[in-house]
């Protein structure tokens, strides 16, 4: 089956760039999506297909491919983006496949 | 506002069951499928089950097969999961989510979560 690995945790300080990394299994990858959790919110996407920013998303998120390895990329920053991001896709059957989640600590 | 608001959460006993409920609001539910997914505490988010907008095609993950079903009711705006046989593993936060649609295509990531509603498995 489908597998996204990601690292259980990821610090950066304040103005930092932080980037978390999902790895498919597959040779044949599918599109990444990225979505941020807080405690007791729902999540929010912030990346769609490895790459693409979402209306509202700030311009410090971005994702980029290479391979079988997907990366979130968040380029200075903040307290507030202190939370839990989680990469999805979906394998040629269509079966959605979340990855185990990261959580971000802004130091 | 556009929002899905998800209840029927709680403690329920092992062997035993749950029906959730998923209010849809702020936006045209019958013109999208829509998703249960859950979260165990501590682990990562898991795709539980899948209905299509109108014809009521489902798809559940292995690990629920034959013992959750997914139904809505259109005319409530309501998306439902009807949990059986509990087991210790269905411990989680269970989510709606709405899956991104445009042009009469449905694409698999989700633009829409609710907050979710905690489910706890008591033995």
């Known amino acids: 089956s489908y597998e996204l690995t990601q690292p259980p945790s990821v610090s950066v300080s304040p103005g930092q760039t932080a980037r978390i990394t999902c790895s498919a299994d597959?040779?044949?990858?599918?599109?990444v999506y990225w979505y941020q959790q807080k405690p007791g919110q729902a999540p929010i996407l912030v990346i769609y297909k490895d790459s693409e920013r979402p209306s509202g998303i700030p311009e410090r998120f971005s994702g980029s491919s290479s391979g079988t390895t997907v990366t979130l990329i968040i380029s200075g920053v903040q307290a507030e983006d202190e939370a839990d991001y989680s990469c999805q896709s979906a394998d040629s059957s269509g079966s959605v496949i979340f990855g185990g989640g990261t959580k971000l600590t802004v130091l | 506002e556009v929002q899905l608001v998800e209840s029927g959460g709680g403690v329920g006993q092992s062997g035993g069951s749950l029906r959730l409920s998923c209010a849809a609001s702020g936006f045209t539910f019958s013109n999208y499928s829509m998703n249960w997914v859950r979260q165990a505490p501590g682990k990562g988010l898991e795709w539980v089950s899948y209905?299509?907008?109108?014809?009521?095609?489902?798809f559940y993950a292995d690990s629920v097969k034959g013992r959750f079903t997914i139904s809505r009711d259109n005319a409530k705006n309501s998306l439902y999961l009807q949990i059986d046989s509990l087991r210790d593993e269905d411990t989680a936060v269970y989510y709606c989510?709405?899956?991104?649609?445009?042009?009469?295509?449905?694409?698999?990531?989700?633009?829409?979560w609710g907050r979710g509603t905690l489910v706890t498995v008591s033995s």
């Open positions: 989510a709405r899956p991104y649609a445009n042009g009469g295509q449905t694409y698999w990531y989700f633009d829409l």
């Open positions: 597959a040779l044949a990858k599918q599109y």
């Open positions: 209905i299509s907008s109108v014809t009521n095609t489902v």
